[in-house]
Nanobody
Framework: QSQLVESGGGSVQSGGSLRLSCAAS???????????IGWFRQGPGKEREGIVV???????TYADSAKGRFTVAQDNAKKTLALQMISLRPEDTAMYYC?????????????????????WGQGTQVTVSS
């Protein structure tokens, strides 16, 4: 059974840093077997949005809100996808999700719609206080 499990969330003050990790198991454990993999988040009262996605060729696309502060790292040997976040702001407070898609056609979507990816983790909470 394929599964994604996120970890590393927590509470930090504005300006702080966190490193999230997403561990893949099952069929999608070989991250190269997926069409797309990425990080998404959903803040309180907000729609889910994309942070960064990686396609099967390794092309990485960041949302404008993540550029310069968030960095993704894919480790195929460890079957993990990490998200390093610096200079965190209160508006970064959200549940952070890892997702993988094996039936994606075209560019990897950043919209965060559930149906666009067929595997989602349970999420890890990030809270940034001012």
């Amino acid at each position: 059974q394929s599964q994604l499990v996120e970890s590393g969330g927590g509470s930090v003050q504005s300006g702080g840093s966190l490193r999230l990790s997403c561990a893949a198991s099952g069929y999608i454990a070989s991250l190269s077997s997926v069409d797309c993999i990425g990080w998404f988040r959903q803040g309180p009262g907000k729609e889910r949005e994309g942070i960064v996605v990686i396609d099967s060729d390794g092309t990485t696309t960041y949302a404008d809100s993540a550029k310069g502060r968030f960095t993704v790292a894919q480790d195929n040997a460890k079957k993990t996808l990490a998200l390093q976040m610096i200079s965190l702001r209160p508006e970064d407070t959200a549940m952070y999700y890892c997702a993988a898609g094996t039936v994606v056609r075209g560019p990897c979507p950043l919209s965060g719609r559930l149906y666009e990816y067929n595997y989602w983790g349970q999420g890890t909470q990030v809270t940034v206080s001012s």
